[in-house]
């Protein structure tokens, strides 16, 4: 089969989200606010401690999931996803407020989607704190729904991981994802229409990577997250100028669902978009027994 499809031809553009996180830098950093383009943001709460947030959505993953019934799945990307980003700054994650919109409310859907969050706020001991339920017409395509969140938790000054100390011959680990995760299914949906894929792992929820990121407090130099712009992309947001992490795209086990999309998505798209079974990495200064290596930093 060929590989023809890509993000920009089923209608998003990377290059575009680029340029507006650089036309935002200014304004945001005009109110005084500082970590811009991080996986959280971060701001002073006293003289010791910072809050640390991160808003996201789970984007139209959403379309697909409800016409398969897995709408309580995206509840829990959702979550995860939120907490996954918080996490990555070392900070220790506290509350989590979701916000639904939809042409027309349908109190079933909605009841998935925040029940498939809290699923996920418990296990991580997240306290769902509230959000918002709007009803729009005209704006959301009737019968599709939206929902995204913000996370929010926090983390002592002293204890703030941002790849700051990253020197070149640090090693990069990864961990596992469960599938796609939340990123990427613009292409996906496009791919489907040329064949159709019903493995587990195309809808499995993102992946909850608290006790991996506890567990490496105090050895990893930075934390990534591995969401929209694959492995390398979410890399490069923590790695510092004049180094660069150098990847070995062999040395992990991609999950069936990328071999389908690879039959459709050329090789070098599949990496900007997808994260191709990692969907947590950390930059350490050597690996511990059992860690996956997956580059290093040149």
Request: hydrophobic content about 45%; some cysteine.
């Amino acid at each position: 089969m060929s590989t023809e499809h890509s993000y920009a031809a089923a209608g998003v553009s990377l290059s575009t989200a680029d340029s507006i996180v650089e036309r935002l830098r200014a304004a945001v950093e005009s109110t005084g606010a500082t970590n811009f383009g991080a996986f959280a943001g971060l701001h002073p709460l006293d003289g010791d401690r910072l809050l640390a947030a991160s808003t996201d959505g789970v984007g139209t993953k959403l379309i697909l999931a409800r016409a398969r019934g897995r709408l309580r799945d995206c509840g829990a990307d959702l979550a995860a996803h939120c907490i996954n980003d918080v996490l990555t700054c070392g900070a220790e994650p506290l509350m989590l407020l979701d916000y639904v919109a939809a042409n027309e409310i349908r109190l079933e859907e909605v009841a998935e989607l925040v029940e498939g969050a809290a699923t996920v706020c418990r296990e991580a001991g997240v306290a769902l704190v509230g959000g918002e339920t709007a009803e729009l017409p005209g704006i959301y395509v009737e019968g599709e729904l939206d929902f995204a969140g913000t996370a929010v938790g926090i983390v002592a000054r002293d204890d703030v991981i941002d790849g700051s100390t990253i020197k070149a011959g640090d090693a990069v680990v990864g961990w596992p994802s469960a599938g796609v995760h939340a990123n990427g299914f613009t292409l996906v949906r496009r791919v489907l229409e040329a064949e159709d894929y019903d493995g587990d792992d195309l809808l499995a929820p993102t992946r909850l990577y608290l006790d991996v990121a506890r567990a490496l407090r105090g050895r990893a130099k930075a934390f990534a997250h591995v969401t929209g712009g694959g492995v390398l992309g979410n890399l490069e947001r923590v790695v510092p100028a004049g180094l660069t992490a150098q990847l070995e795209w062999d040395a992990w086990e991609r999950p069936p669902v990328f071999a389908w999309l690879a039959r459709h998505v050329d090789e070098i798209e599949l990496r900007r978009v997808f994260n191709l079974g990692i969907g947590w990495c950390a930059v350490v200064a050597e690996p511990a027994a059992g860690e996956t290596v997956i580059g290093r930093i040149r």
